[in-house]
Nanobody, 119 residues
Framework: QVQLVESGGGLVQPGGSLRLSCVAS????????MAWYRQAPGKQRELVAL???????NYADSVKGRFTISRDNAKNTVYLIMNSLKPEDTAVYYC?????????????WGQGTQVTVSS
């Protein structure tokens, strides 16, 4: 059973920073690719950042240079450090992984954490 639990969202002023955390339940977390998505009101869910089991990283163009994804395999945790936040970053942020590792994987999502960027 895959469970993902996010935390760290909140209200921040433009230019501010937040760190999101996602704790995962998988016993061999280190083998999983992990991602952060976000969904703003009236918009489709979009990929923000991805980190592979080999620590390769990919980012959406809109967050490059401002957001950093990282993982701590000893803590079964993936992080999203968000700097220079803009009002357009306002969204519900979701942690994501695909499981099982073999066969036909399905998407697993956390419950989401709200990030609001406003003065």
């Amino acid at each position: 059973q895959v469970q993902l639990v996010e935390s760290g969202g909140g209200l921040v002023q433009p230019g501010g920073s937040l760190r999101l955390s996602c704790v995962a339940s998988m016993s061999i977390f280190r083998l999983y690719n992990m991602a952060w998505y976000r969904q703003a009101p009236g918009k489709q869910r979009e990929l923000v950042a991805l980190i592979t089991s080999g620590f390769s990283k990919n980012y959406a163009d809109s967050v490059k240079g401002r957001f950093t994804i990282s993982r701590d395999n000893a803590k079964n945790t993936v992080y999203l450090i968000m700097n220079s936040l803009k009002p357009e970053d306002t969204a519900v942020y979701y942690c994501n992984t695909k499981a099982p590792l073999g066969g036909a994987p399905s998407d697993y999502w956390g419950q989401g954490t709200q990030v609001t960027v406003s003065s």
